[in-house]
């Protein structure tokens, strides 16, 4: 196992160590099983043409932005301006393997796609990533990809575009022109906050939806899952769940001035699941568009108000803490509960 350096002024041709560096596409070609590739934010990543991953590695390789002392971890810029409308990283590979990689603390910005990835652009984990100011974020037919406190905002398109049996754990989803996640079939989304969507906040058949916080977007807030718990569906323009029956465990969900009802299940019967509260505010504490803070005020009927129990089909790796509340983000009120960054989740423990 190795650790290799990439910089942002570097020409070509280095060894990848600290003093001589690889470009990132050369980090990208060289990184094996195992090993470490420490992008240094020693300037702005700026390539001229689609950078491309393939490996298949038997043990998980760790791309992630670095100071550019390389003391601390940070996060490094990969701008896709000078891309002319090409995408900006393409994954692929040829087995079910998958890319096995934690990409973490990177920044993708001014791409028409950030990530586009074949069937086997497989078991990748973006963790402290943000996609921004682009089109798309995500378009890839590879399963069993992994979000972990990413930011998605300022996209022309769908942020997750067919990101099938991925998992969605701490993220936020904001300013987007489409639908936040698109045929993202089998998925599960943990503890993350969706508002000022123009499109679905989520669409497809989804797995888990628990503990997230839909807000102020303009269509329906999702079209239903087979686990719909611990949730806040406020100020939708359509409806808060449009879709299909819930069939596992429909509870605990808070519904809140959404344009055309809380819940139109075509199985019908259902309304809005056992133990959840409608026509309440959630009472947010910032909601002015540009600062929005999605955390909850005292006195939010949400607080203490959430699911206490085993979800079914629960991921192995993600550890429930006890916190009680509806929705994304804790309340000071919570027992052990603090502030937290829209991007930050409370209910989970940080994976990192």
């Known amino acids: 196992m190795a650790t290799y ?10 060894v990848g160590s600290y003093v001589d560096p690889f470009t990132l596409q050369e980090g990208l070609n060289n990184v094996a099983s195992g090993d470490e590739l420490r ?14 991953y393939s490996l298949e590695p038997t043990d998980f390789v760790t791309i992630s932005g670095r100071n550019s002392a390389d003391t601390a971890y940070e996060h490094a810029t990969i701008d896709g301006t000078f891309l002319s409308g090409s995408d900006m990283l393409q994954m692929s590979g040829t087995t079910y393997n998958g890319n096995r990689t934690y990409w973490k603390n990177l920044i993708f910005t001014n791409s028409t796609v950030i990530v586009r990835g074949s069937f ?16 798309y974020a995500w378009h890839s037919n590879g399963y069993q990809n992994t979000f972990v406190n990413c930011e998605f905002a300022n996209l022309s398109a769908n942020a997750l575009h067919v990101a099938n049996e991925s998992v969605v754990i701490g993220c936020s989803f904001h300013d987007i022109s489409a639908n936040a996640m698109r045929l993202c079939n089998g998925a599960k989304v943990y503890n993350s906050v969706f508002y000022d969507v123009s499109g679905d906040a989520i669409y497809g058949s989804i797995y888990t939806i628990s503990g997230c916080t839909f807000f102020r977007n303009s269509i329906d807030a999702c079209h239903g899952a087979f686990i719909v718990v611990d ?32 819940a139109n299940l075509t199985a019908g019967g259902q309304g809005t699941g056992l133990n959840s509260i409608t026509g ?3 009472l947010f504490t ?27 089909g629960n991921n192995s790796s993600i550890d429930m ?8 983000l804790q309340s000071q009120a919570s027992t052990g509960g603090t502030s937290y960054t829209p991007a930050a989740s409370a209910k989970f423990t940080r994976l990192e």
């Open 5 to 14: 350096y990439t910089s942002s002024t570097a020409l070509g041709g280095g």
């Open 286 to 312: 910032n909601t002015t568009a540009g600062s929005v803070d999605l955390s909850l005020q005292t006195g939010s009927p949400a607080i203490g108000a959430g699911f206490v129990g085993t979800i079914p």
């Open 321 to 328: 803490v006890g916190y009680s509340d509806i929705g994304a």
């Open 120 to 135: 086997y652009g497989r078991q990748n984990w973006m963790i402290n990533c943000q996609f921004i100011n682009s089109q």
């Open 231 to 262: 949730n806040i569906f406020s100020d939708s323009g359509g409806y808060g769940i449009d879709g299909s029956y819930i069939s596992y465990l429909y509870s605990n969900n808070l519904f809140y001035n959404n344009t055309l009802g809380d």
């Open 39 to 52: 992008v240094l934010n020693d300037g702005t990543y700026s390539p001229s043409s689609t950078l491309t």
């Open 280 to 282: 309440q505010d959630p």
